[in-house]
């Protein structure tokens, strides 16, 4: 469905910014801070745990070590990865 709305620029510049960073498109975050405006649960994971995923990969950690450190499992956190376009990492054994 299509809704046009008059909303100020520096919003739209702050959600266009948000889901740049996050790897996700404008409409998946407007859409994601709707939700609690209407009574609706964010199906959407938090921001901060995709920069935090974000950060773990490119630091090379692999999918396992991030699912155990973040309390996510293993497929979760391969399908955020995909989420923010990023290939795995393999894991270093030391």
Known sequence: MMVTV????NIVYA???RAMHAGL???EVVA???RPVLGARSQLP????LNEIRIRVER???DADIGMALGYTVARVG???RKLHMKPNRRKWV
Do not use: A, S, Y
């Open 79 to 81: 399908d955020l990865r």
């Open 60 to 62: 090379g950690e692999c």
């Open 15 to 17: 959600l266009r910014e």
């Open 46 to 49: 938090r921001l901060n745990i």
């Open 32 to 34: 994601d801070q709707l």
């Open 25 to 27: 498109t404008f409409e």
């Open 6 to 9: 008059e909303v100020d620029d």
